[in-house]
């Protein structure tokens, strides 16, 4: 079962930048897909972007355009850029991963943006 430390949280004004990490023990290659969600308070969690191994990302409406996912094989680590940060995008993000039907989730990173 794979292991996820998400990383690269924090408070950025409104139109600021951040990128998050998710660091994966073990091997990423044998991951069949992976994602980012977030929580906001009072919120129901919900998906950001995700992405399968050697597919095309897909993206919530409400990021396209700001954000990109992607994975670095090499440093077994997922990344989420996220450009143009606006208030409502503050919440808790949540890297997750699956693999051979196992879903395994990260312990989140806050992310919060001033207006």
């Known amino acids: 079962q794979a292991q996820l430390v998400e990383s690269g949280g924090g408070l950025v004004q409104t139109g600021g930048s951040l990128r998050l990490s998710c660091a994966v023990s073990g091997s990423i290659f044998t991951i069949n897909a992976m994602g980012w969600y977030r929580q906001a308070p009072g919120k129901q969690r919900e998906v950001v972007a995700t992405?399968?191994?050697?597919?095309?990302?897909n993206y919530a409406d409400s990021v396209k355009g700001r954000f990109t996912i992607s994975i670095d094989y090499a440093k077994n680590t997922l990344y989420l850029q996220m450009n143009n940060l606006k208030p409502e995008d503050t919440a808790v993000y949540y890297c997750?991963?699956?693999?051979?039907?196992?879903?395994?989730w990260g312990q989140g990173t806050q992310v919060t943006v001033s207006s």
């Open positions: 992405i399968v191994r050697d597919g095309r990302p």
């Open positions: 997750n991963a699956l693999k051979n039907s196992v879903l395994t």
